[in-house]
């Protein structure tokens, strides 16, 4: 089965730098976009960074130039570097991956910026 498995969150001040891992397993991971969403508290869940298979990114307008998302399939992982924190990054961040109709999410990692 399909398995999701984030790792890295923390407490970090702002302006600092935090490296969130997910790993895959179930299915063909180079063969499928993966991304990385997040949720503050009574926000919408929104889209952060997104990567094809080809290895072609996409950002979230807040995050571009302080964030990289990259994958290595060899180890069916994605990740996701995150500088320059700010205190609006505070959220639970998720992997995710759609098959098909389906989508399939981890169990999220809590990212607190804070002094």
């Known amino acids: 089965q399909v398995q999701l498995v984030e790792s890295g969150g923390g407490l970090v001040q702002p302006g600092g730098s935090l490296r969130l891992s997910c790993a895959a397993s179930?299915?063909?991971?180079?063969?499928?976009?993966m991304n990385w969403y997040r949720q503050a508290p009574g926000k919408e869940r929104e889209l952060v960074a997104r990567?094809?298979?080809?290895?072609?990114?996409t950002y979230a307008d807040s995050v571009k130039g302080r964030f990289t998302i990259s994958r290595a399939n060899a180890k069916a992982t994605v990740y996701l570097q995150m500088n320059s924190l700010k205190p609006e990054d505070t959220a639970v961040y998720y992997c995710?991956?759609?098959?098909?109709?389906?989508?399939?999410w981890g169990q999220g990692t809590q990212v607190t910026v804070s002094s």
């Open positions: 995710n991956s759609r098959m098909g109709t389906k989508d399939y």
């Open positions: 179930g299915f063909t991971f180079s063969s499928y976009y």
């Open positions: 990567i094809n298979p080809g290895g072609v990114t």
